[in-house]
């Protein structure tokens, strides 16, 4: 028997959608105003989804205490009022879409949980634009 706990976080983060390797015309053409050289800013949503077998000692999946303190040791104090292009390493050589994103935080967080779980991440970008990573 498995359940899936879940846990809401939030940061805020500029970011600007740029392949340094194309030109000004050819970025602006693909992304639009999402390209416009100085930066713009989303409220980024994130559910963190932990599915697990209940430990019949604790009768919990994952403690959410210990998870709350993980997405904001690792997620929200790395990614929270940052500029994603130029403070965030993840993002040196990646664009910084959402599906970039939801993959950096899947990743991060995939290392500090124990196997026997399983993670899926979703994003939101906009109340109406979200991503979602299983591994
Ligand atoms: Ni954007």
């Given at each position: 028997?498995?359940?899936?706990?879940?846990?809401?976080?939030?940061?805020?983060?500029?970011?600007?959608?740029?392949?340094?390797?194309?030109?000004?015309?050819?970025?602006?053409?693909?992304?639009?105003?999402?390209?416009?050289?100085?930066?713009?800013?989303?409220?980024?949503?994130?559910?963190?989804?932990?599915?697990?077998?209940?430990?019949?000692?604790?009768?919990?999946?994952?403690?959410?205490?210990?998870?709350?303190?993980?997405?904001?040791?690792?997620?929200?104090?790395?990614?929270?009022?940052?500029?994603?292009?130029?403070?965030?390493?993840?993002?040196q050589d990646k664009?910084?879409?959402?599906?970039?994103?939801?993959?950096?935080?899947?990743?991060i967080l995939r290392?500090?949980?124990?196997?026997?779980?399983?993670?899926?991440?979703?994003?939101?970008?906009?109340?109406?634009?979200?991503?979602?990573?299983?591994?």
């Open positions: 028997m498995k359940v899936t706990v879940h846990r809401k976080a939030h940061f805020n983060a500029a970011h600007r959608l740029c392949n340094k390797s194309w030109s000004d015309e050819k970025n602006i053409e693909v992304f639009g105003k999402c390209s416009s050289p100085n930066y713009h800013g989303h409220n980024y949503e994130l559910v963190v989804s932990v599915t697990g077998t209940i430990n019949q000692d604790t009768g919990m999946v994952i403690d959410l205490k210990i998870l709350k303190d993980l997405i904001y040791e690792k997620i929200e104090k790395e990614f929270d009022h940052k500029n994603l292009n130029l403070d965030v390493s993840y993002f664009i910084p879409t959402a599906e970039n994103i939801v993959v950096v935080i899947w990743d290392k500090e949980l124990s196997s026997h779980l399983e993670l899926e991440v979703t994003l939101y970008e906009t109340p109406r634009n979200f991503v979602t990573y299983t591994g």
